[in-house]
Structure formats: C-alpha cells, structure tokens
C-alpha cells in the first residue's frame, strides 16, 4: 500500500548534522504514524523517533533526545529526521517506516530500505 524510500545518509564528522528524509508512495492518502529505526552491524535494530500523522505527538530514544528532531510534511508525503551533535554512536543504516500508531510501526509491513549514516570520531 505505501512504499518508503530513505535519503540524506552519508559521513560526517562528530558533533555534524544531518538530515534524513523518508518519501511515501503509493496510497498515501491513507493516515500513518511514521516512525525512524536504526541498526548498526551485527547489533538490532533499534528504536529511535516516531511522529504521529498530524505531527502532534513525537517520541524519541533517550538516547537521541535533544538532539534529533522528527517531522513530516504531509503535503509532499515525506517525513524527516534532524540529526545535530552526531556521535560515533549513531553510525548505522536507518530506516523509515510506516503504521497505523506510533506503537505498531515496528510491526508494519512498510519500511524503507535504509540509508547509512557515518560518523567519524
């Protein structure tokens, strides 16, 4: 129903930004909570912001709070992530996805295919 594709990955030095964006296809037109995953080499993948459909609930992993801000721009069917004060920490390849509550996007069926981001310390 909704295909997801990651960009806005790269290399970046610690305390660097970057910003991650996810675009829909497909329908929609349907509401979904919107969620960021990550997952580092032979580690799981982790939980690590969610944005309701209207953008009126967030919620981050402790460890990313502060410094990662989610949000979306339904009008051009894309939600993004913000990520400021990088840490060698948070290299691994992110993942959007979609789901009908911020509690279920894990369950979803719609994920992207990911798009690595590096920090170097």
């Known amino acids: 129903q909704v295909q997801l594709v990651e960009s806005g990955g790269g290399l970046v030095q610690a305390g660097g930004s970057l910003r991650l964006s996810c675009a829909a296809s497909?329908?929609?037109?349907?509401?979904?909570?919107m969620g960021w995953f990550r997952q580092a080499p032979g580690k799981e993948r982790d939980f690590v912001a969610a944005?309701?459909?209207?953008?009126?609930?967030?919620d981050y992993a402790n460890s990313v709070k502060g410094r990662f801000t989610i949000s979306r721009d339904n009008a051009k069917n894309t939600v993004y992530l913000q990520m400021n004060s990088l840490e060698p920490e948070d290299t691994a390849v992110y993942y959007c996805?979609?789901?009908?509550?911020?509690?279920?996007?894990?369950?979803?069926?719609?994920w992207g295919q990911g798009t690595q981001v590096t920090v170097s310390s």
């Open positions: 944005i309701s459909w209207r953008g009126g609930t967030t």
């Open positions: 996805a979609a789901g009908s509550s911020i509690a279920t996007i894990r369950q979803s069926p719609y």
């Open positions: 497909g329908r929609t037109s349907s509401s979904y909570a």
